[in-house]
């Protein structure tokens, strides 16, 4: 059941093929012989996903379902609030997080039929793009064990990639959802800015903050977000904007839209091999029909400024009392990122949130004038070896952060929708990867695109050698 | 410079540094929610569903 995808599953568990029982004990297996040595989980809720499965099984007998995720395995980044279960949030404290209400995304997931395996690893307070944890074990890479995950979503990225679940929820501030699914090999979606709730969800940043689903195929991913998608009145960031079927827009074809290869910025100074894949896959959707250009795009570098003005100042009011109270259970680097939010005046704040809006328009004004998508690395090289990740001084590992997440954080500042699609390997088996990315609440044409891209190619069915 | 305490100075002075050169010129009315507007003003219709 491994190589399988959402659809595939639920198409065999509408036909009797399998039963809900059956796959969640699937799941269960492979995450007790496995995870042992991956850690992308922090809690398995073994006892809940089978009672829940037993009852999704008694409701498929009696003919009804409950929606077309009726029966199918899921699992949750540890900052999502799921009633009955902790939320570490990655820290050491077991139940770091609560909310008044259940995680708006997991309760929509649950009544369309899904279950709860359990809680993903990540890494702590989701600040680090590698996937490390002190407290609950370094995620490691399923394709090359010693290696970077991808963070924060980092148990989210692997357990797609390890045949643990068959789609998992991420969250992303600056590209935690896109990065361990670039380096795991898995697709990875950050829909636009209040495209789904983040109610429920420990924020990091709310200015900042997104939420999406990580799984095998963008086809799957297109049918998580159509079910977590749409206006939520329990978080007042979430748009009231209509949720378009984006399943069935999956199919339209891609020719004659415009995608963008910038010229400036996104392939400085990343690996040959990611270049070159990159850029085939631009190829490809070239050969699909697409026209494909050359774009110059506005210098990334002040969006980056930005963003760190304004998550950094988010993240220290959010995190004041662990990092006042109990500063020696962070990470050093974590520690160190969490107190420049403490120094950022007010002033400096404001300013960036009001040039995040002007800089935002110019984007889009200036960008989607000639293009209806861009096409861009997602990691300037295959997952990093962990000790590598986390070698040298407080200093050099936080810097390390910001050359790794470069490509993705734009975006974030920008709200736009980004998604991740694997598209090959380096020579020694580590997954490369390409971000789409579309305009504000056009998931469907950046789906579109990815979807295209797989049905033209055969990564995405190839699994990690474990 | 791993003296955390320099380190953060000089974090914090980089990004003003970086603010205050880029918001020089800054309309009087650019609000925080400009960018919500930005999103928006740009989307396409959705298609609704049935």
């Not at chain 1, 009544?111 to 993903?120: E, I, S």
């Not at chain 1, 979503?153 to 390890?162: I, K, L, P, W």
């Not at chain 1, 469907?444 to 055969?458: D, E, K, P």
Request: hydrophobic share 40%; glycine share 10%; aromatic share 6%.
């Amino acid at each position: 059941m491994t190589d399988w995808t959402i659809q595939t599953l639920a198409r065999a568990m509408a036909a009797r093929k399998i039963s809900p029982v059956e796959a969640v004990q699937t799941c269960l297996d492979r995450i007790a012989r496995l995870d042992g040595r991956v850690h992308a989980f922090i809690t398995v809720d073994a006892e809940g996903a089978l009672a829940t499965a037993r009852a999704l099984e008694d409701e498929l007998a009696a003919g009804q379902s409950r929606g077309p995720l009726h029966g199918v395995p899921l699992a949750y980044k540890d900052l999502c609030h799921v009633p009955g279960l902790p939320t570490s949030c990655g820290t050491k404290t077991r139940e770091y997080f609560t909310s008044p209400t259940e995680c708006t995304a997991v309760a929509r997931l649950r009544a369309a039929g899904a279950v709860t395996l359990g809680k993903l690893n990540m890494t702590e307070l989701a600040m680090g793009p590698f996937g490390d944890n002190a407290h609950h074990g370094d995620v490691q890479n399923p394709w090359k064990f010693g290696h970077c995950s991808g963070g924060s979503s980092s148990g989210s990225g692997a357990a797609v990639a390890a045949g643990f679940a068959l789609g998992t929820l991420g969250s992303d501030t600056g590209g935690s959802i896109r990065l361990p699914a670039a380096c795991c090999g898995v697709v990875g979606l950050k829909p636009t800015y209040g495209r789904v709730s983040r109610a429920g969800v420990m924020p990091l940043s709310w200015s900042m903050d997104h939420l999406g689903p990580l799984t095998r195929t963008v086809a799957d991913a297109a049918l998580l977000l159509e079910v977590v998608a749409g206006y939520d009145p329990h978080d007042a960031t979430s748009s009231r904007r209509g949720v378009p079927y984006y399943q069935r827009l999956l199919e339209s074809p891609i020719g004659g839209l415009r995608v963008g290869v910038p010229e400036n910025f996104y392939f400085d100074g990343i690996t040959p091999e990611m270049d070159a894949a990159v850029r085939a896959a631009a190829e490809i959707l070239g050969g699909l029909g697409a026209l494909v250009s050359p774009i110059r795009v506005p210098d990334p570098r002040t969006l980056t400024d930005i963003g760190n003005v304004i998550s950094r100042s988010e993240s220290a009011v959010l995190h004041a009392r662990l990092a006042r109270d109990r500063p020696h259970e962070l990470q050093p680097a974590v520690r160190a990122r969490l107190e420049i939010g403490f120094h950022i005046s007010a002033h400096d704040y404001l300013q960036a949130l009001r040039l995040r809006s002007r800089l935002a328009r110019e984007f889009i004004a200036e960008v989607f004038a000639e293009v209806d998508a861009l096409v861009v690395p997602v990691i300037p090289e295959p997952a990093p070896a962990l000790e590598t990740a986390k070698s040298g001084s407080v200093d050099d590992v936080v810097a390390r952060m910001g050359r790794f997440s470069r490509l993705t954080r734009p975006f974030n500042v920008l709200g736009l929708p980004a998604l991740t699609v694997p598209c090959g390997f380096s020579s020694d088996r580590r997954p490369l990867a390409l971000q789409i990315v579309g305009r504000a609440f056009d998931e469907a044409t950046t789906l579109r695109l990815g979807h295209a891209y797989q049905q033209a190619t055969a990564w995405h069915h190839e699994g990690p050698p474990l | 410079m791993h003296d955390p305490e320099k380190r953060v100075s000089a974090d914090v002075a980089g990004l003003a540094a970086a603010i205050e050169r880029m918001a020089a010129d800054l309309a009087i009315g650019e609000e925080p929610a400009g960018f919500v507007l930005a999103l928006d003003g740009d989307a396409k219709p959705a298609e609704p569903r049935d």
